[in-house]
């Protein structure tokens, strides 16, 4: 019985530490694939902020352990972090904003995470200095910002070739009729 009350709490524990890496909606959390270095990355909010910009907010996950290394050196080198902090290095997500249009974003911030959601390091673009001016540039087909414009934009967001083929095929389900 101690083992169980202790292993529940511990799981408590994890739960509430780790919060802060999946505070958002989930409701609007969703998978855009991997990228061409084979990194996954998910968008995890959008919308319009209260100025009534479009925003999206991605998260891009260490799967390629070279780019993660790449990465981690970055941090160590550039901004002095310790080999054990930015050996941490889980995820990095990326703050959006859109021009209207959706022809244009600029990056809001970049934050380097742990595994529990504890930022390591971070840079936001709020004009405070020029190395953190926002500055718009054109969008890219098949990067994650043109993947997030259309959440951000309120536009339908078209399918994945496979999901969209698998949907098309899908046949509906047999109806089961039992004895009584």
């Known amino acids: 019985m101690k083992k169980f009350v202790l292993s529940v709490l511990l799981v408590a524990l994890v739960l509430s530490i780790a919060g ?7 409701a609007k959390v969703r998978r855009l694939g991997e990228d061409k270095n084979k990194m996954t990355w998910w968008i995890v909010d959008y919308g319009k902020t209260d100025d009534g910009a479009p925003f999206a907010i991605s998260r891009k996950y260490y799967t390629n352990e070279t780019i993660k290394e790449e990465t981690i050196d970055l941090l160590m080198s550039k901004y002095g972090l ?13 703050g959006y904003e859109y021009t209207a249009d959706g022809k244009q974003f600029a990056m809001t911030y970049l934050r380097h ?44 967001v078209p399918q994945p070739k496979a999901a969209a083929k698998k949907a098309a095929t899908k ?10």
Do not use: W
Not at 82 to 94: D, H
Not at 136 to 155: D, E, M, W
Not at 171 to 180: F, G, L, M, Q
């Open 20 to 26: 802060s890496a999946f505070a958002f909606d989930q």
């Open 82 to 94: 310790s080999a054990e902090v930015a050996g941490s290095l889980y995820f990095t997500e990326y």
């Open 113 to 156: 995470y742990d595994m529990l959601g504890n930022e390591i390091h971070g840079t936001v673009y709020d004009g405070s200095s020029d190395a953190t001016q926002k500055t718009f540039s054109g969008i890219v087909a098949g990067h994650a910002t043109a993947k997030c414009a259309p959440y951000a934009l309120g536009k339908p």
């Open 171 to 180: 046949t509906p389900a047999k109806r089961i009729v039992r004895k009584k």
